[in-house]
């Protein structure tokens, strides 16, 4: 009996030697708080969020092991990749990148404007996809500044679309805009364009009604306006508009918060992620640049100098 119970503590010991060495080694409980301690001061980290350090392991770099970090709290929870030196006197935060992909691609792959109206060039190498909300002062602003100025110039070599990403919590009748314009959308391309000009140029006339209710009125009225000018089916028109499906800004929503957008404007330009209203000369230098990384000149220099000479005279 005795001679059983010592092979049983004999094969124990064993089986927890095997498993403390297939999790690795850790650092000494002293290194870890000055780890811990150092992350959370370095990265501000709250004092709610749980930090673990994983097992050492062997790194690609001389003296150094690497280590993955857990952050987990509000909701969340991520790793990060470390290396430590051999002799715990030095934290470096390893990030590795993948050349053998192109991030500003992967983004346009996540962005989908199948049936979106667009203006430009529909075969354009360029393509710049606004996230847009209606009733958004700087919307407002970056729109003027696409439009009329920076179509004029660019307008046979770049493809520009808009994406809804109504701010609902600060902005109540953004969505309702959103959805009015897609009705538009479903039939025709102009009309979209047409209501949204307007609307970025009077956002007073609708957030001047006394009431939600009134706001929401003064949007179907202009939606109905321009149905009446470039000639809509007004019964679809009309269904759509009183119909009110969110549906599709929901997944616009949806999309633009996967590809990182938070706030409005936010555009990419060939993937390019730009966030804000920006002067018309650093829309230029953005497009510019994009056009040639895409092979495509700018060539809209002589134009402008020209225009400009002109008006000097």
Known sequence: MTLLRRSFLVLLLICLGCAAQSAGPTAPDTTSRRIEHRVRAYYSVPPDVKITLG????SDFPNYDALTITMDGQGKKK???FLLSKDNKTLLRLTTMDLTTDPYVETMKKIDVTGRPFRGNKDARVVVINYDDFECPFCSKMHQVFFPEVLK???DRVKFVYKDYPLTEIHPWATHAAVD???LAAQNNDAYWDFADYIHSNQKEV????SRDAQFAALDRLTSEQGQK???DQTKLQACIKAQNEDAIKASVHEAEGVGVNA??????NGQEIDGALPLAQVRE???RALEQAGVPPAHTAAVNQGESHASN
């Not at 097992?55 to 062997?58: D, G, H, M, N, T």
């Not at 957030?207 to 006394?210: D, Q, R, T, V």
């Open 79 to 81: 790793e990060y990749e």
């Open 207 to 210: 957030s001047g009604e006394k």
């Open 264 to 269: 409005t404007p936010t555009w990419f330009v």
């Open 181 to 183: 314009a897609n009705c």
């Open 286 to 288: 953005t497009l510019d």
């Open 153 to 155: 110039e660019y307008a």
């Open 230 to 232: 470039h000639s809509l």
């Open 55 to 58: 097992p050492l392991r062997a």
